[in-house]
């Protein structure tokens, strides 16, 4: 992910906008440009990010907002210290993970499309190790592509006109975190290997309830 310049097919940021960047000097070894970023991400200057600053800064390739629920997942995965926010240093890291997505999101998008269909997403999991039945499938697609199961293209807020159906960057994004952490949350279960578990309700909620 570039920021700035992270633009469709797959998604990125805004944009400073209306953001007035923050006067205070970069930490000592801190990239300037990123920074810059991290500054006009955090409106409020409490020099944490939140959620909601997240969201506002971040783009798909249809000019749609981040879905929150996504950039809460992403969140999670780099707030080290579980303070709801994230500091430079965190957003760095979030910041590079994004950036290492958008080559993955364009790699599987053969068609140019700035939307993963279901041929691409099977082609992506499948080269992930995720090898789901068809049923799956098309659950995950019909789960995470807002814009196909609502009933007009005006109905998914923030989409542009010329958008295609299928997974948006953001969803992408989540879909596949969220087939790794469940993956992994039942392998670590399944103690014999053979695909199979037995889990009574408390351990059943216990797993469900641990994922972010």
């Not at 500054?39 to 990010?49: C, E, F, L, P, T």
């Not at 080290?80 to 994004?98: C, H, M, P, Q, V």
């Not at 814009?147 to 989540?174: C, E, L, M, N, W």
Request: glycine share 10%; with cysteine; charged share 20%.
């Amino acid at each position: 992910m570039s920021y700035g310049g992270y633009g469709p097919p797959a998604g990125g940021y805004r944009g400073a906008g209306g953001f007035a960047p923050h006067q205070a000097a970069p930490p000592p070894g801190a990239d300037p440009q990123l920074w810059s970023w991290f500054s006009a991400v955090d409106v409020d200057r409490s020099g944490h990010i939140s959620a909601a600053e997240l969201q506002r800064a971040l783009i798909n390739g249809d000019w749609s907002p981040f879905d929150l629920d996504t950039v809460k997942l992403l969140m999670s995965i780099f707030d080290t210290d579980r303070s709801g926010t994230i500091g430079f240093n965190e957003f760095a890291g979030l910041w590079k993970y994004i950036k290492d997505w958008q080559g993955v999101f364009r790699h599987f998008d053969r068609d140019r499309s700035g939307s993963i269909d279901g041929t691409e997403l099977q082609n992506a999991l499948n080269q992930f190790g995720y090898r789901l039945s068809p049923p799956l499938l098309d659950l995950l697609q019909r789960k995470y592509d807002v814009k196909a199961s609502a009933p007009t293209q005006s109905s998914y807020p923030g989409a542009h006109p010329g958008a295609h159906p299928g997974i948006t960057f953001d969803r992408f994004v989540r879909a596949c975190v969220v087939v790794k952490q469940i993956t992994e949350a039942f392998s670590a279960l399944d103690t014999d290997r053979d695909g199979w578990i037995q889990i009574n309700y408390d351990q059943f909620l216990q797993t469900v309830l641990s994922l972010p």
